[in-house]
């Protein structure tokens, strides 16, 4: 299975965008989508993850209520919706596929190759 994550760009502060993470192959009923976010020179933060079978849904403090993470099983594709973007918000967006239900990136053994976000003040 591969993952491709899609829709990052330049967006300006308080607006939206979507990404999208395909996955190649299927995902079973007990995977865990997630979508990370890294910073140059930081380490990669958690942003939030799904449970794939359940819908479940567990989001970082700091886009709690901004932020939201679906997924379309027919389609393979997790999404994560932003909003009220901060500039702060910026960095290349990773999605990853994980067995466990974990925040933790060492848990997540399969990612994408990262989409840019950019928000200007």
């Known amino acids: 299975v591969q993952l491709q994550a899609s829709g990052g760009g330049l967006v300006q502060a308080g607006g939206s965008l979507r990404l999208s993470c395909a996955a190649s192959g299927r995902i079973y009923s007990s995977g865990v989508m997630a979508w990370f976010r890294q910073v140059s020179g930081k380490e990669r933060e958690f942003v939030a993850s799904?449970?794939?079978?359940?819908?479940?849904?567990v989001y970082a403090d700091s886009v709690k209520g901004r932020f939201t993470i679906s997924r379309e099983k027919a389609e393979n594709t997790v999404h994560l919706q932003m909003s009220a973007l901060k500039v702060e918000d910026a960095a290349v967006y990773y999605c990853?596929?994980?067995?466990?239900?974990?925040?933790?990136?060492?848990?997540?053994?399969?990612w994408g190759q990262g989409t840019l976000v950019t928000v200007s003040s």
């Open positions: 990853a596929a994980s067995s466990t239900w974990d925040t933790g990136p060492l848990n997540y053994k399969l």
């Open positions: 799904i449970r794939w079978g359940a819908g479940t849904t």
